[in-house]
T-cell receptor, first 112, second 112 residues
Framework: GQQLNQSPQSMFIQEGEDVSMNCTSSSIFNTWLWYKQDPGEGPVLLIALYKAGELTSNGRLTAQFGITRKDSFLNISASIPSDVGIYFCAGPRGGSNYKLTFGKGTLLTVNP | DAGVIQSPRHEVTEMGQEVTLRCKPISGHNSLFWYRQTMMRGLELLIYFNNNVPIDDSGMPEDRFSAKMPNASFSTLKIQPSEPRDSAVYFC??????????FGPGTRLTVT
């Protein structure tokens, strides 16, 4: 099936550092979504990408839809303590518009 | 704008009892999703409604689970009778564009 491989699984960084994480698949995705989940809360949609090559920013976050449609990356610049959480990539699978496949997540820890 | 609203946030019940989880989607969204999240299985789609009509309930674990959406602003997920293996965090999500789903804060269910 269509699986999403996220890397790294976890990151420990110092406040102020930039962060990069990515998501790859052996299958083509037509949409890439990036979510952040805080402990005890639901996933929050950060960025949605709909076109190959698309580069989209949301504040300190930047995400790109890979040209091959098989990958996406998320960058966080100048990290702050509240960036701590689990970041998930997701995309619709199997030709469906609504059945999302989620990556296993990247756990980000920011040391102040 | 208010996000997706779920209630209760926490539910502790005994095995065999009926549990009802509630969701108010974002106003104007015509798609609603119920998910279950566990450490072992991650996020699983249980059921998807479009314009208040159940479109895909293939993820509903068994007959003990049922979901309704009587109108555009309200949905319920019911478990009867509940079992300890139903313990999980249940999320409701809504969207106006099926891929970009916005999640509620979740209901943490514990069945003892």
């Amino acid at each position: 099936g269509q699986q999403l491989n996220q890397s790294p699984q976890s990151m420990f960084i110092q406040e102020g550092e930039d962060v990069s994480m990515n998501c790859t698949s052996s299958s083509i995705f037509n949409t890439w979504l990036w979510y952040k989940q805080d402990p005890g809360e639901g996933p929050v949609l950060l960025i949605a990408l709909y076109k190959a090559g698309e580069l989209t920013s949301n504040g300190r976050l930047t995400a790109q839809f890979g040209i091959t449609r098989k990958d996406s990356f998320l960058n966080i610049s100048a990290s702050i303590p509240s960036d701590v959480g689990i970041y998930f990539c997701a995309g619709p699978r199997g030709g469906s518009n609504y059945k999302l496949t989620f990556g296993k997540g990247t756990l980000l820890t920011v040391n102040p | 704008d208010a996000g997706v609203i779920q209630s209760p946030r926490h539910e502790v019940t005994e095995m065999g009892q009926e549990v009802t989880l509630r969701c108010k989607p974002i106003s104007g969204h015509n798609s609603l999703f119920w998910y279950r999240q566990t450490m072992m299985r991650g996020l699983e789609l249980l059921i998807y409604f479009n314009n208040n009509v159940p479109i895909d309930d293939s993820g509903m674990p068994e007959d003990r689970f049922s979901a309704k959406m009587p109108n555009a602003s309200f949905s319920t997920l019911k478990i009867q009778p509940s079992e300890p293996r139903d313990s999980a965090v249940y999320f409701c999500a809504s969207s106006s564009r099926e891929q970009s789903q916005y999640f509620g804060p979740g209901t943490r269910l514990t069945v003892t």
